[in-house]
């Protein structure tokens, strides 16, 4: 099952990659015309590869990155298999997600430097639908990893 979300995201870098170059190349000819405010915008055009190429080598650092954590704590056998219950749709029902999420949030305020315990944080902020933290706490463990050599 991983293979096929490994497969689709360096699919979607590559595109990102031909449309970064494609804006590239755009943004080169239009500093070669002769128009000061077509230069101008030539000049504009040039930032947004760069950002766009370093958005991309982050979120595929922050990929790899997770994946090999995931394989870690898989192999460890720390990633959590708390039987949630779904709705037809395949959606987690919210409240179970929201006390599950209770119980990963005290282990992480009794172990706040282990990066296990933040991962599993991540999971339960991640089903619990808030994706806005599950990547900060994603983050922390892999600060956290990085700090005990893991990474």
Do not use: C, N
């Not at 360096?10 to 070669?32: D, E, K, N, T």
């Not at 128009?35 to 101008?40: D, S, Y």
């Not at 760069?50 to 790899?64: K, P």
């Amino acid at each position: 099952m991983r293979g096929r979300p490994r497969i689709a995201a360096i699919g979607m870098a590559l595109l990102l990659v031909l449309y970064l170059v494609f804006s590239a190349f755009y943004a080169l000819r239009l500093v070669q015309d002769s128009l000061p405010i077509v230069q101008a915008m030539g000049w504009a055009l040039i930032v947004l590869p760069l950002i766009g190429a370093w958005a991309l080598g982050a979120e595929l650092l922050f990929g790899y990155r997770v994946e090999k954590l995931a394989t870690r704590l898989e192999a460890d056998g720390g990633i959590p298999d708390d039987p949630l219950p779904a709705r037809t749709s395949g959606r987690l029902e919210r409240e179970a997600a929201d006390a599950i999420f209770g119980r990963y949030a005290a282990e992480v305020g009794e172990h706040p430097e282990s990066w296990p315990h933040w991962f599993r944080l991540a999971l339960a902020y991640d089903a619990a639908r808030d994706r806005r933290r599950a990547r900060w706490a994603m983050r922390q463990s892999i600060v956290f990893a990085r700090a005990s050599a893991v990474l």
